[in-house]
């Protein structure tokens, strides 16, 4: 099959150094009997790959993340196997397994048992693969018992947008430890294919944000198991899409066991003819008695051209929890533009707070009030850029 | 000269016409009332005058301290210094009372050629506003009219008329749905805002407010047009007999 072979090409035309035996064998054999997903397959139905495979991909190697030097938490990269792969998902999906298989080195987070991080790190991805290139970069990040960390991981740069960088990133959220992971993806014409996969212990807090401001196309994984009793997770997402981009978000909450809560909110605002998807899946197996599981998606749409295909799913086995989903998507409010006006604000002022206030949700997530700042400075920008 | 000017005005909305040939006159310094049935042009007029777009103007023409007013869009009304208190306020979630007046007192400050004001005099200054309409510091931080009850949103236009301080402030059944306290309150804050340079337009359904804001001039809206106009005695007339003498006068006539 021509996909088939593709993707075996794709790992065939790989260096592999002797490491990660172990798991690269499980996931090559994944991906020989796998293809590339394209739009019959369930969760790519919305989002069209194959134009990127079609022409030819060529792996290149890259370590391209820098990083700043941080108090307390240990940074590097490593090629032990002991310590990447543990979480399930790198064999199980086929951009994971991809990744799995190719990539050469993790970069190893890892914050010691106690330790609280007082400052911040910031992960820099800048991307600048040429026409037809394809990377793979894998970080791994660990926050032991009761250690707390926040960190920042921006993608940007100015790829071809005929190249396509894969990332996974693993993060180990041990007990009674606390992460906060903000994500900026702004990747001009690129194309990103990234997934976060997520193991919360006992006693834990975790909040991801993920801010997306341009790409040709972003597929953003975020899966996140809750293992361990007395988890407390938010989970959002803000994406602003104009031209042609096409932006989808796949998000899987995973209650494996009682007293969790998880708290997830995806907002979007589209223009042009753009596309967006989400798909928010909240699982709750059937011992995760007393889950508190909420999730909303809102969308505004500023063209008539623009779509978004908006899919909240919550599967629910156990019997007593208390769970919500919804989602919407809608023009905005003529009403409420004509209150601004006729108070002296300008057409485009009082679109820009409205559209603000409905991005604030997400950000204010963020407590780092510098990044939420430079963020709604660039949700203004993308906003005089969508308007002409 | 005269503040406002409409002259034969018409306008419609989703195909039907209801202004047919209105004419009023306001001059700086004066109250004037409208007042009429249900369904006779009242909310339209006011629609129309702020810019709402949902609103066909059809014929006729308005002056606004001597410009045309539609040439202009509807922030520049407001900023030229016409103010509409809204029948229905709008809620707008997310946004805080403080930060919409931030950004509306700075546009109008703009415009008028005035110096922005620094945060501490822009505080202190919106401290005098409030207590003029008796409004809870709590509701200045909460977000535009989410969740505040009928009256508190009618005291919220009130008190964002004071801050911007027009020329000509219309006020849409500003009094509908408020119990006699809120009212006393509205249109005292109304009453302190009254000078001999600005004017008030003061639709109505009820005779009541006009107790309390007592205006120059009543008339009465009919079919899209004024049918009758006189003092503050009209209004006491049309409390005791209701709207169908009038009708039937036009009937007759």
Redesign the interface.
């Given at each position: 099959m021509m996909t088939t072979s593709i993707l075996s090409e794709l790992v065939a035309g790989a260096k592999s150094p002797a490491s990660f035996k172990g798991i690269r064998s499980e996931a090559e054999g994944f991906l020989a009997e796998s293809r590339i997903p394209s739009k019959k397959h369930e969760d790519w139905k919305y989002t069209n790959i194959k134009r990127l495979f079609d022409n030819g991909l060529n792996l290149i190697s890259a370590e391209n993340i820098t990083f700043n030097s941080v108090d307390g938490v240990e940074v590097s990269w490593s090629t032990d196997e002991a310590l990447v792969g543990s979480t399930s998902i790198h064999t199980k999906e086929a951009h994971a397994a991809l990744n799995t298989s190719l990539f050469e080195k993790a970069l190893v987070v890892r914050v010691k048992k106690g330790t609280q991080v007082n400052d911040e790190l910031i992960l820099n991805q800048v991307i600048n693969l040429k026409d037809g290139e394809f990377t793979a970069t894998r970080v791994l990040l660990v926050v032991e018992e009761n250690a707390s960390l926040k960190c920042q991981y921006h993608y940007s740069g100015s790829p071809s947008n005929s190249s396509l960088l894969n990332n996974l990133t693993e993060v180990f959220v041990s007990r009674n430890s606390h992460l906060e992971l903000n994500y900026v993806q702004e990747i001009g014409e690129g194309n990103l294919m990234t997934t976060t996969e997520v193991e919360c212990q006992r006693d834990s807090t975790f909040t991801t944000n993920c801010v997306q401001l341009c790409g040709s196309l972003i597929r953003n994984n975020v899966n996140i198991r809750l293992k361990g009793e007395n988890i407390e997770t938010h989970l959002n997402g803000f994406y602003m899409l104009n031209g042609r981009e096409l932006f989808d978000n796949h998000t899987l909450v995973d209650h494996l066991v009682p007293h969790c809560e998880s708290n997830e909110i995806y907002r979007g605002i589209l223009a042009g003819k753009s596309t967006g998807v989400f798909n928010g899946k909240v699982f709750v197996h059937r011992d995760a008695q007393k889950t508190n599981g909420y999730q909303s998606n809102n969308n505004i749409l500023l063209s008539d051209d623009a779509t978004m295909n908006s899919k909240p799913e919550l599967e629910i086995y156990a019997d007593d929890v208390r769970c919500s989903h919804g989602s919407t998507t809608g023009q905005l409010?003529?009403?409420?533009v004509?209150?601004?006006?006729?108070?002296?604000?300008?057409?485009f002022?009082?679109t820009a707070?409205?559209l603000?206030?409905?991005a604030?949700?997400v950000l204010n997530g963020i407590s780092n009030e510098e990044l939420r700042a430079s963020l709604e400075e660039k949700i203004q920008d993308k906003l005089k850029e969508m308007r002409g | 000269m005269s503040l406002l000017t409409i002259k034969n005005l018409s306008a419609r909305v989703q195909e039907k016409d209801i202004l047919k040939g209105f004419n009023l006159t306001v001059n700086p310094g004066e109250v004037h009332a409208i007042m009429g049935p249900n369904g006779s042009g009242k909310s339209t007029l006011a629609s129309v005058l702020?810019?709402?777009?949902?609103y066909e103007v059809t014929g006729g023409e308005v002056d606004f301290d001597g410009k045309n007013l539609f040439d202009m869009?509807?922030?520049v009304?407001?900023?030229e210094g016409l103010?509409?208190a809204?029948q229905y306020?709008?809620e707008?979630?997310?946004?805080s009372n403080v930060?919409?007046m931030k950004?509306?007192v700075a546009?109008?400050r703009k415009?008028r050629g005035l110096e922005q004001l620094v945060a501490k005099d822009f505080l202190a200054y919106m401290k005098e506003k409030k207590e003029l309409v008796e409004l809870d510091g709590k509701l200045a931080g909460r977000?535009v009219n989410e969740g505040f009850s009928g009256g508190e949103k009618k005291r919220n236009e009130i008190f964002?008329m004071a801050m911007?301080d027009p020329k000509l402030g219309i006020l849409d059944e500003t009094d509908s749905g408020l119990d006699i306290d809120a009212l006393r309150i509205v249109a005292n804050g109304v009453n302190k805002l009254r000078s001999k340079d600005n004017a008030f337009v003061v639709i109505t359904h009820y005779q009541r407010l006009l107790d309390h804001i007592v205006p120059d001039f009543v008339h009465v809206l009919y079919d899209g047009k004024i049918v009758r106009s006189g003092t503050k005695e009209l209004a006491l007339e049309l409390e005791e007999r209701g709207y169908d003498w009038i009708k039937e006068e036009l009937a007759e006539a």
């Open positions: 409010d003529d009403d409420a004509f209150y601004l006006r006729a108070r002296g604000l300008d057409e002022g009082a707070l409205l603000t206030a409905f604030s949700d | 702020a810019g709402n777009e949902s869009a509807p922030e009304r407001a900023r103010f509409l809204f306020p709008v707008i979630p997310g946004v930060n919409f950004a509306a546009e109008i415009h977000s964002q911007l």
